[in-house]
């Protein structure tokens, strides 16, 4: 019997999932482009993970999500998370990003700043790549240098991140180029 758990929602955006232990969430997961693919991350990510119906607490988080996703403004700062075994500069990351108000943004060199220094700001990028939880952590909100949309690991890429951010009303100074 496993402690792991995760559940499938319906969104503004799409189907989403959260999945969680006893100790809080430790994963949600963006639009992919159907049910099966999602439930395939899922138990790529938490192989032990069964499906299952909400805990009252992680069905009150779900209901924020969507909520947030339906663009009523919502930070989710204390929803609890179980962030066992992500590396400390990744939780640190993480807190910051948490800290970012729905409807605005901070850049990757912001983030190293309040790390240490702005040579951090790659680690950081890649920390936020590898964030189990986004829109709980909301690593939308962070931003490339000049206030450009950067890179975005959830499926959609930058598109997803435009469309999440323009349902919070941020502005995001966005001009397409061959790089993007």
Known sequence: MTDQHFALFDTKIGLC?????PRG?????????????????ISQRHADASEAEPTPEVQQAIDRIVKL????????????LDLEGVP?????????????????????????????????????????????????????????AGNKPGGFSANGGVVTKLKMLEIEGALVNHTPSLFD
């Open 17 to 21: 999932a959260v999945a969680w232990s």
């Open 88 to 144: 400390d500069f990744n939780r640190g990351v993480y807190e910051i990003a948490r800290a970012i108000p729905p409807g605005k943004t901070i850049t990757y060199g912001d983030i190293a700043k309040q790390l240490g220094g702005v040579q951090l700001s790659r680690d950081v990028g890649q920390a936020l790549g590898r964030n189990p939880c986004p829109i709980v952590v909301p690593c939308h909100r962070v931003l490339a």
């Open 69 to 80: 996703l339906a663009g009523e403004p919502d930070d989710l700062t204390d929803i609890e």
């Open 25 to 41: 969430i430790n994963g949600t997961q963006l639009p992919m482009g159907g049910e099966q693919k999602i439930r395939t991350r």
